[in-house]
């Protein structure tokens, strides 16, 4: 089982729609959980990091379930600006590294 | 601060060739890490530091891929001899300490676009 599954999509959207990411990930012991993003030729950048309880950023809303070892990523009133790569990430257990997961293709048209 | 810095941006070299790719991290950064990104296997880790010592290496794909940090504001990852199947982009990412805040949160450069032909 790969560390950090993600669908790759692409995801169709259009503009104004609201769109959702899961992410499952294998190692238990992890501890921080993340959402980069990732535009066409640019480098990953942090979008939001995913807490227990859940939060929210603006039109944005990650989710964890530690039990399922889930997460998910909302994104309410898609823009066309949203068109990216997003990348569900968690660290290795008590490593300092991050795992990425190959990342999930939103395209959002007019 | 001007974030990550890479050099160069860009690399086309032959096979065989010696490629050495250089990164200077965020100032004050703890940790420093190499990646490599394709297609087929998306974003994987190289290795990575702490404090300038090599933590974790496992993902250095052989012998002809090497990496050192002689201090904290530079790195170097260097393939000798390079090949065909080491095109990728390779990007370079610092961290603070975790206990510094940002729960570890990686901040990458640029990248470096390598062809090797």
């Known amino acids: 089982r790969k560390e950090v599954e993600q669908d790759p999509g692409p995801f169709n959207v259009p503009e104004g729609a609201t769109v959702a990411f899961n992410c499952t990930y294998s190692?238990?012991?992890?501890?921080?959980f993340f959402w980069y993003r990732q535009d066409c030729r640019k480098e990953p950048k942090l979008l939001m990091s995913?807490?227990?309880s859940g939060n929210e950023d603006g039109r944005f809303t990650a989710q964890l379930n530690r039990a399922s070892q889930y997460i998910s990523l909302l994104i309410r009133d898609s823009k066309l600006s949203d068109s990216a790569t997003y990348l569900c990430?968690?660290?290795?257990?008590?490593?300092?590294?991050?795992?990425f997961g190959k990342g999930t293709k939103l395209s959002v048209k007019p | 601060d001007a974030g990550v810095i890479q050099s160069p941006r860009h690399e086309v070299t032959e096979m065989g060739q010696e490629v050495t790719l250089r990164c200077k991290p965020i100032s004050g950064h703890d940790y420093l890490f190499w990646y490599r990104q394709t297609m087929m296997r998306g974003l994987e880790l190289l290795i990575y530091f702490n404090n300038n010592v090599p933590i974790d290496d496992s993902g250095m794909p052989e012998d002809r891929f090497s990496a050192k940090m002689p201090n904290a504001s530079f790195s170097t990852l260097k393939i000798q001899p390079s090949e065909p199947r080491d095109s990728a982009v390779y990007f370079c990412?610092?961290?603070?300490?975790?206990?510094?805040?940002?729960?570890?949160?990686?901040?990458f450069g640029p990248g470096t676009r390598l062809l090797v032909l």
């Open positions: 990412a610092s961290s603070p300490h975790p206990l510094a805040g940002g729960e570890g949160t990686q901040y």
């Open positions: 190692n238990s012991a992890s501890q921080s």
């Open positions: 990430v968690v660290n290795a257990g008590s490593q300092g590294n991050l795992i």
């Open positions: 995913v807490y227990s």
